[in-house]
């Protein structure tokens, strides 16, 4: 169900996999940004979510997801605390975890260190399903 859209991205709650999804577009400016945070920040605080999966299968170049990170923090948004599992789906992960760990500033974010990545969808919903049978 789509909860939030604009110009950066499609935010979806995906009740089967109990979590946020954040569909992210090419079109990725400061402002739209921390709008979409903000909304994913209130649908968590009303629904206390496990999941956030940051999707960025979608755009045709590396972005190390600094901005988005960041609007979690300027927001004093804990993703560690407030998600069970913060997991990204990045075709180019290989190169992006190159970018992020050349940018200090990003590693000095408390978020950072309980991120998982996943290069294929095969893969991350391999995970969110054996997540939801060590539920049952």
Known sequence: MIIFKNDAAVVQWDIAT???????????????IQEVVQAIIELQEAN???????????????????NEWYAFDLLQFDLKKEFHTTLVLDPNNQLNQKLLRSCDEIASLPSMNHIQTFRQRKNLDMFLEQQHLNKI
């Open 48 to 66: 206390g979510i496990s999941f956030y999966i940051s999707d960025r299968s979608e755009l045709d170049f590396l972005w190390s997801g600094y």
């Open 18 to 32: 109990d979590s946020i999804v954040c569909h992210w577009k090419n079109q990725l400016n400061s402002q739209p």
